[in-house]
């Protein structure tokens, strides 16, 4: 599956001159994560598109107060991160076109693009264009979301990648945009 500059600007409009930055990553990470039909691709491009505001964050935003969720209690370490208020919240905020978020997940999607854990010491390397795609990619694949694309599942996506169905409105105008696009039924 390949898609053109005319279908991701139509998809995303908001990308503006990000859309050619991101393209052919796009469409490499498409390959190698076996995002190889217009469903498939439709699904992911809503849900990127919705995750980073259409492309146009690989970090996610918000204050120290608000990162401080991921710094310490629960959901801290739930993500892996130490549970003392030590900066891992910050550090391992989300990132990439899917939020990558957590020492876990960063140790794992770094073990998957790279081999090593580079990205415990680099986290900001998911802000690369190559890798804020790659990384999306990689956690679509690794979460089954293909399989439930295939079947038009996507509140089920929405919940593996956001844990609940925050921005469902939104995501739900991307994915009719990219199912237009793309030429999905």
């Given at each position: 599956?390949?898609?053109?500059?005319?279908?991701?600007?139509?998809?995303?409009?908001?990308?503006s001159?990000?859309?050619?930055?991101?393209?052919?990553?796009l469409?490499?990470?498409f390959?190698?994560?076996?995002?190889?039909?217009?469903?498939?691709?439709?699904?992911?491009?809503?849900q990127?598109?919705h995750?980073?505001?259409?492309?146009?964050?690989?970090?996610?935003?918000?204050?120290?107060?608000?990162?401080?969720?991921?710094?310490?209690?629960?959901?801290?370490?739930?993500?892996?991160?130490?549970?003392?208020?030590d900066?891992?919240?910050?550090?391992?905020?989300?990132?990439g076109?899917?939020?990558?978020?957590?020492r876990?997940?960063?140790?794992?999607?770094?073990?998957?693009?790279f081999?090593?854990?580079?990205?415990?010491?680099?986290p900001?390397?998911?802000?690369?264009?190559?890798?804020?795609?790659?990384?999306?990619?990689?956690?679509?694949?690794?979460?089954?979301?293909n399989?439930?694309?295939?079947?038009?599942?996507f509140?089920?996506?929405?919940?593996?990648?956001?844990?609940?169905?925050?921005?469902?409105?939104?995501?739900l105008?991307?994915?009719?945009r990219?199912?237009?696009?793309?030429?999905?039924?």
């Amino acid at each position: 599956m390949v898609i053109t500059l005319p279908q991701l600007t139509q998809i995303m409009p908001g990308a503006s001159l990000k859309a050619g930055v991101f393209l052919p990553t796009l469409n490499l990470a498409f390959a190698r994560y076996g995002i190889n039909s217009p469903r498939r691709a439709a699904a992911f491009l809503a849900q990127v598109g919705h995750e980073s505001a259409e492309l146009r964050y690989v970090r996610e935003l918000g204050s120290e107060q608000y990162l401080s969720k991921y710094d310490t209690g629960v959901l801290a370490a739930r993500l892996g991160n130490t549970v003392e208020a030590d900066g891992d919240g910050q550090k391992y905020r989300g990132r990439g076109l899917i939020q990558i978020t957590g020492r876990r997940n960063y140790q794992a999607c770094s073990q998957a693009l790279f081999g090593d854990e580079r990205l415990l010491q680099r986290p900001e390397l998911l802000e690369q264009p190559q890798w804020a795609c790659e990384s999306a990619a990689w956690f679509w694949q690794c979460n089954g979301l293909n399989e439930l694309a295939d079947k038009d599942q996507f509140s089920v996506i929405t919940r593996r990648i956001n844990g609940g169905l925050n921005g469902l409105e939104d995501r739900l105008r991307l994915w009719a945009r990219a199912k237009a696009a793309l030429c999905v039924a």
